[in-house]
């Protein structure tokens, strides 16, 4: 059975006041020091899969200190993305995908980030998380939930859902998680998985949540650091 929406509801204003003490995530913070542009955010979100939030800014800032926009970044060689990228995860295939990504954006789209799911799932290396928080923080989409694995881990942790993979993730939460909290699970359940519920010796006994969570699969002793 999972949660009630009214304890989902208090585990996510719970979390809306506790995320207030840590760092942003960095695709979010991209997003905001950039003014939500839209080309910024869709390549920093592909350069973060797999990759630590440090790890992903200093690479965005690196990258985007030598090229802003689809026509400038296709100018560079894969090279080049690739030293200006090191030591993200997968940073040649993820070199490649930029690449092949601004190429499209100019042939097919003018340059310009499209808006809608499918048009975004056409770009080489986007996923549904990536289209996900592109229309969330680009197009302050409210129809959207972007399930990363952290979102994965804790929302089955939580009871919430019982799933496998993060897609499953995704459309299992619509149907739980009331609609107004839709874009928000990503930037809660994400600052959450990077400094308390992390995957392995999540920090249960100094968790905010800790009372309305029923740790499904969490091991017995957890970290109190
Ligand atoms: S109580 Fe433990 S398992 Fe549950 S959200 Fe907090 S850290 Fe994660």
Redesign the pocket.
């Known amino acids: 059975m999972t949660a009630p929406p009214d304890r989902i509801k208090q585990i996510l204003r719970t979390l809306r006041l506790a995320i207030r003490r840590y760092e942003e995530p960095a695709v979010e913070k991209i997003a905001d020091e950039r003014t939500e542009d839209a080309f910024q955010v869709l390549v920093a979100t592909l350069l973060s899969a797999r990759t630590q939030d440090a790890t992903t800014y200093a690479a965005s800032e690196r990258l985007f200190a030598r090229a802003r926009t689809p026509r400038t970044m296709g100018k560079l060689s894969v090279r080049e993305v690739e030293r200006l990228i090191y030591p993200v995860s997968f940073y040649r295939n993820k070199a490649r995908n930029i690449k092949a990504t601004c190429r499209l954006l100019i042939d097919r789209f003018r340059g310009v980030v499209p808006s809608t799911m499918e048009e975004l799932l056409m770009l080489p290396g986007v996923g549904r998380k990536t289209a996900n928080l592109v229309l969330i923080l680009v197009h302050r989409s409210r129809k959207n939930i972007c399930v990363d694995t952290h979102v994965h881990r ?1 929302s089955n ?2 009871g919430w859902v019982k799933t496998r993979t993060p897609d499953e993730t995704e459309q299992a939460l619509y149907r739980v998680v009331p609609r107004r909290w839709w874009p928000s699970v990503n930037l809660f359940l994400v600052t ?1 998985g990077q400094q ?2 992390r995957p392995v010796h ?3 006994p100094v ?4 009372r309305l ?1 029923p ?1 499904v699969g ?1 091991p017995g002793r ?1 970290a109190r650091r």
């Not at 968790?207 to 800790?210: F, L, T």
């Open positions: 804790i942790r939580l959450w308390v519920c999540p920090r249960c968790c905010a949540i800790s969570c740790r969490v957890s």
